[in-house]
């Protein structure tokens, strides 16, 4: 493998500043208004093919692999047609913000005002959804309950079928679409499909001609020899399946960048890319193919995928800092017959990307009672370099939970992973995944404060109020999501994507108009181990220990525990309750309990593609901005502090048993429930987990996270240390990738807050 | 039968195999100088202000539950057989997983060896590895009796001169010996530990005798456990004198020479820090 090359490669890709293109959104301008009186679904087709057909396009120096979103590397496109008014907002601010900056020209902020702006202008997804929520579901939202998401931008958090792609080839689902049509001629979703699938086909062949171009005028025989077989294979696969591994990743990767451009989304993941690699992976061995050249191709991908950086607004980059794109592989697993998915392919995918150590690909690692051991300490081994990658999903417990989703057998065994960490049936689901955030501490410090002045209530009546404003507020929530879901429909239907999700085609109809086999809204509940700190604390000290009434624990903390003895108190509430995350099953229930019934509040619920609710509990990098819409809690935690990490973790400083107990802890929620996805975060000292034995020592510490059922768990095995280093001296630590949540990103391009939430999380031996 | 137990530690490491749970048992008949748990030495209770997490309430209450800080501590409580089981079988996934156990330690177990011997029998009841950190500082029947309930025992060795034992540590040399022995001729696993305490045990003639002790009963292997500072602020809440506070760790080099030392004699030495 030419190193030097990978090194170029990942210089080109990393050392240039990312800025902001308009070129896509006036692209699509230009040609939107041109199809006024057109059905929404054939303008967003015809724009996007608009766009496919006069995007700049390069193949950058020393490339084996073409495909580029922008010509600069990593700059951020913009949907205006989504939500015009963010970016608008903030023009003068993108590129000072804290947490991703983006340049933007002078010129461009013109072109911005004088053209874009003007046009999307009460005419967005934004427009629409802002028309259509009502004031009941307003209430939640500006009482920071409810957050809804993806109201300003396209779909993502999806897994196309790529294994039905790579295997019949581009031509084959525009005939299967053609025929369709004709037998259907005023379906207007197959036309728009056609449309974009076509329109897919010439980009690539744009590419063929480029790269033809360029070898003509390539001097360097090796070179030009590259440039010649990246024009023959892409002439090749606009039209007809690939056959070599490297043929397979070329149009992996032209689909990926294509998607992109429809609906400039977060989280189009890759899925169970080991599974459906595999057979030009073993062809390509058998026709003698050295590895050596397989894993330069894979290398070529893997940096690839970091060139997709999403611009988000300076309030959702909060949410979710330091790009996490979502190129999200899962790894092994199960296969349609119940036995180890691990393969030869498996192996390299972690081994190619200890080479290389960038935040995407997001990789995760499927674990399950028939993993290879040797897989597993490959595993082991490569979170051991400490960034954070792959993350582990626990097959144990998501499978049956699937199951009981009405997922089948062999459906919920193919499973994968989107974004961060929602799980998703690859090829078949549309799941909007991230649809709303639910602040269920929030909830409690409502209900805390509206029955302050009860003086015969008791902990139960608490828990029962609780519950009620649960039942109300998840309804809400709901209406809300339900309102998202419909603009998606009416203002952003994805031709192409749903001509690559199962069933779309047979249907007739696009994932927005509920094409998919399976078709979920995903719900987070958030802020349980503050939750159940809190009430643990208040149920032995004003109705067990009876040391203050609620009045006067509601007292302190709307004065957010200021002053001597409220701040005594608040001493008290720390250490004299245990809290979630030292296997006390008193407070560990509460969590349970509260979960559990959210969950069950949401899964209730109908969306209206058909699908069901599914409840997680994930945050992203979500707890800061909703630590930041609580006051102070009865677990001492004071007002505007984060909440716990990730979504299932403890409390920052609050687990001193060490990580069995953290463990054991989640383990009592019903883990079965939250199929959306949940999270888990454990920071390992790097020095405890060296030698053979610390790989041997980590494999067995996450067999015993199997035998617990919990869904997931991540790692960063950084010390503070470094982290301390590299947070005083950027520079010399542009390289260094950390765990965000579910996706790992370079810790110097995280804000200073986020920065230090990760130093804080406690750091435990193994 | 109650035991006098001063911590349960989950998620230990270095104790013996895999995940492990430390029951640290309070009350020891040995005075090392250098002790990092002397919250374990006397068989009392102990009832202690750590003043680092004082708050300075106006008026203290010197009472540990009413103390809102926690730094009014108490140290030892008497747990039952079954008290001490519930808390132990919280990790048993992580001792299948990891071939982890539990480990008897303190204080000087022997000290409390009956409580010591229904305690281990239950474990074994329940297929859990055992294992014990001794001083051998006790009755031979007793250490003996345990050890029918024990995969492994860690065995101290500190002192080796006789007199100066008994000057320092107050240990009888030839009584731990003795039961050293006949621990290996019960052919137990045992493997020595050896704390490497500058001025104390850390010289070339200890650590000879040592070696020599240790190569007649033909043991293979040996834990070295260099010197730390990590129990220093105990003894100021304890409010006991700490002889060794101004005394350096040893270097890497020196611990490495001992360990280079042993492997000479043919030892598999293992670090435990």
């Given at each position: 493998m030419d190193y030097d090359r990978i090194q170029l490669l990942k210089q080109q890709m990393f050392d240039t500043t990312r800025e902001v293109s308009l070129e896509r959104a006036l692209l699509y301008t230009e040609n939107y208004q041109t199809t006024e009186n057109q059905p929404t679904i054939i303008r967003r087709a015809m724009a996007t093919a608009h766009i496919l057909s006069q995007v700049k396009i390069s193949i950058r120096e020393g490339e084996l692999l073409a495909g580029n979103r922008t010509i600069k590397p990593r700059s951020g496109i913009i949907s205006p047609e989504m939500d015009p008014y963010w970016i608008y907002n903030e023009l003068d601010t993108i590129e000072n913000r804290p947490q991703d900056p983006f340049y933007i020209s002078e010129e461009d902020k013109k072109i911005y005002k004088d053209v874009l702006y003007p046009y999307w202008k009460g005419r967005s997804l934004k427009d629409y959804i802002n028309n259509k929520i009502t004031p009941e579901v307003r209430e939640p939202v500006d009482k920071n309950i409810v957050k809804l998401?993806?109201?300003?931008?396209?779909?993502?958090?999806?897994?196309?079928?790529?294994?039905?792609?790579?295997?019949?080839?581009?031509?084959?689902?525009?005939?299967?679409?053609?025929?369709?049509?004709?037998?259907?001629?005023?379906?207007?979703?197959?036309?728009?499909s056609l449309i974009v699938l076509k329109a897919s086909q010439n980009h690539i062949v744009r590419y063929a001609n480029l790269a033809m171009t360029l070898a003509l005028q390539e001097d360097d025989n090796k070179r030009k020899d590259e440039l010649l077989e990246i024009a023959r294979i892409s002439k090749k696969i606009s039209k007809h399946k690939p056959s070599t591994f490297y043929e397979a990743c070329q149009l992996l990767w032209y689909m990926c960048v294509i998607l992109q451009y429809e609906s400039n989304a977060s989280s189009l993941s890759l899925g169970g890319f080991d599974k459906y690699m595999y057979s030009f992976y073993q062809n390509d061995i058998k026709r003698g193919v050295s590895k050596d050249n397989l894993r330069e191709i894979l290398t070529h991908f893997w940096i690839k995928v970091n060139d997709v950086v999403l611009?988000?607004?300076?309030?959702?980059?909060?949410?979710?800092?330091g790009f996490p794109t979502g190129y999200t592989i899962t790894l092994g697993g199960l296969t349609e017959n119940g036995r180890s998915a691990v393969n030869e392919l498996s192996y390299l995918c972690l081994d190619t990307y200890q080479d290389i150590r960038l935040p995407q690909p997001n990789l995760g690692v499927r674990l399950n009672e028939f993993i290879e051991r040797s897989f597993l300490n490959k595993t082991s081994e490569t979170i051991r370099l400490g960034t954070g990658v792959p993350q582990i999903f626990n097959d144990e417990v998501i499978v049956p939970g699937f199951l009981n989703r009405g997922v089948s057998l062999e459906d919920a065994r193919d499973y994968s992973v989107v974004g961060c960490v929602e799980l998703s049936i690859p090829g078949k689901t549309y799941g909007l995944h991230d649809i709303a955030l639910f602040n269920l501490l929030k909830v409690m410090e409502l209900t805390l404060k509206e029955n302050q002045k009860e003086s015969f209530i008791t902990f139960d009546d608490i828990i029962v109020r609780i519950k009620e404003n649960i039942d109300r507020y998840v309804q809400l929530m709901i209406?809300?999501?339900?309102?998202?879901?419909?603009?998606h429909r009416a203002f952003a239907p994805v031709p192409l994507l749903s001509s690559?999700?199962?069933?779309?085609?047979?249907?007739?109809?696009?994932?927005?108009?509920?094409?998919?086999?399976?078709n979920f809204s995903g719900v987070q509940g958030i802020g349980i181990a503050n939750l159940s700190d809190s009430l643990y604390a208040l149920k032995k000290i004003v109705f067990e220990e009876e040391r203050i009434s609620l009045e006067e624990l509601v007292d302190a903390m709307d004065n957010n525990f200021e002053g001597d003895v409220y701040e005594t108190l608040r001493i008290r509430l720390i250490n004299k309750y245990d809290k979630y995350g030292n296997d006390n099953d008193e407070v560990d229930n509460m969590s349970s309990d509260i979960l559990r019934y959210y969950a069950k509040a949401v899964e209730k619920y109908q969306n209206p593609r058909g699908g069901i609710f599914t409840p997680g509990s994930y945050t992203v990098s979500a707890h800061i901005p909703l630590g930041e819409a609580v006051g102070a809690t009865p677990d001492g935690r004071k007002s505007k502090e984060q909440l716990a990490d990730g979504g299932l973790s403890p409390m920052?400083?609050?687990?001193?048993?060490?990580?069995?107990?953290?463990?054991?802890?989640?383990?009592?929620?019903?883990?079965?429930?939250?199929?959306?996805?949940?999270?888990?975060?454990?920071?390992?000292?790097?020095?405890?987990?060296?030698?053979?034995?610390?790989?041997?020592?980590?494999?067995?510490?996450?067999?015993?996270?199997?035998?617990?059922?919990?869904?997931?768990?991540?790692?960063?095995?950084?010390?503070?240390?470094?982290?301390?280093?590299?947070?005083?001296?950027?520079?010399?630590?542009?390289?260094?990738?950390?765990?965000?949540?579910?996706?790992?990103?370079?810790?110097?391009?995280?804000?200073?807050?986020?920065?230090?939430?990760?130093?804080?999380?406690?750091?435990?031996?193994? | 039968m109650k035991g006098l137990i001063v911590n349960i530690q989950r998620y230990s490491l270095q104790d013996g195999d895999g995940i492990r749970t430390i029951v640290f048992f309070k009350g020891c008949p040995l005075r090392c100088p250098w002790c990092s748990n002397p919250e374990s030495i006397s068989f009392e209770i102990e009832t202690v202000k750590i003043l680092s997490k004082c708050i300075h309430c106006p008026v203290c209450s010197y009472d540990v539950d009413e103390c809102p800080s926690g730094a009014m501590t108490r140290f030892g409580q008497y747990m039952t057989v079954d008290e001490v089981i519930q808390e132990v079988v919280k990790d048993q996934i992580f001792y299948d997983t990891s071939n982890g156990g539990v480990t008897l330690s303190g204080g000087e177990v022997l000290s409390q060896s009956a409580f010591a011997k229904e305690l281990l029998i239950e474990l074994k009841k329940l297929n859990i590895h055992t294992a014990i950190e001794t001083s051998g500082h006790g009755r031979t029947q007793a250490l003996l009796d345990l050890a029918n309930h024990l995969d492994l025992i860690l065995f101290d060795l500190k002192i080796m001169d006789t007199i100066k034992a008994k000057q320092i540590i107050r240990a009888d040399t030839t009584l731990i010996n003795h039961n050293l022995k006949a621990l290996v001729q019960s052919k137990k696993k045992v493997i020595p530990r050896i704390p490497l305490i500058p001025g104390y045990t850390l010289d070339d003639e200890n650590i000879h005798a040592i070696i020599r002790l240790v190569k007649s009963l033909e043991l293979k292997e040996i834990h070295i456990l260099p010197f730390h500072q990590y129990g220093s602020n105990k003894y100021e809440f304890l409010n006991k004198d700490y002889k060794l506070k101004d005394v350096p760790v040893p270097s890497?080099?020196?611990?490495?020479?001992?360990?280079?030392?042993?492997e000479k004699e043919d030892l598999h030495v293992t670090i435990v820090h």
């Open positions: 998401n993806q109201t300003d931008k396209g779909q993502g958090h999806i897994i196309a079928n790529f294994e039905k792609l790579l295997q019949s080839g581009l031509q084959a689902t525009v005939d299967e679409t053609s025929q369709l049509y004709k037998k259907n001629p005023e379906n207007t979703f197959y036309d728009a611009i988000r607004s300076s309030n959702s980059a909060k949410y979710f800092a209406e809300g999501s339900n309102i998202v879901d419909e603009g690559l999700i199962n069933q779309c085609l047979d249907k007739g109809k696009d994932i927005t108009y509920g094409g998919a086999k399976y920052v400083g609050r687990d001193g048993l060490g990580p069995t107990a953290v463990l054991k802890s989640i383990s009592k929620l019903d883990n079965y429930l939250t199929t959306n996805g949940s999270l888990l975060n454990i920071k390992f000292n790097p020095k405890t987990l060296e030698g053979p034995e610390g790989i041997q020592k980590l494999s067995n510490f996450l067999l015993a996270f199997m035998k617990l059922k919990l869904q997931h768990i991540q790692f960063n095995v950084v010390s503070v240390d470094t982290l301390r280093k590299a947070q005083a001296n950027p520079n010399e630590y542009k390289g260094l990738v950390v765990r965000v949540a579910g996706y790992s990103a370079f810790f110097t391009e995280l804000c200073k807050g986020i920065q230090d939430d990760i130093i804080r999380r406690t750091e435990h031996n193994l | 890497d080099s020196t611990v490495q020479d001992v360990k280079v030392k042993m």
